[in-house]
């Protein structure tokens, strides 16, 4: 029994991790500017690319996004 639920989790994880590199995942980071410079407010991976177009289209002002 402790078998097949090990298996099924190793199979569980390695299907989660090959669906995300089947498409290009993206780093964006969230910088918000000012006077004293640039400061990194938020990091995510992004998996989606109509979420990383979305991020990106969000920024305003002196918060921006950007995915590489």
Not at 9 to 19: A, C, E, N, V
Not at 31 to 45: D, L, Q, R, S, V
Request: aromatic share 4%.
């Amino acid at each position: 029994m402790k078998k097949i639920i090990s298996i099924y989790i190793l199979t569980t994880l390695l299907l989660f991790m090959l669906s995300c590199t089947k498409e290009k995942c993206q780093t964006c980071t969230k910088t918000i500017g000012g006077a004293a410079g640039n400061i990194t407010a938020e990091i995510k991976t992004v998996c989606d690319e109509k979420e990383a177009q979305s991020l990106e289209n969000s920024s305003q002002s002196t918060t921006v996004w950007e995915c590489k």
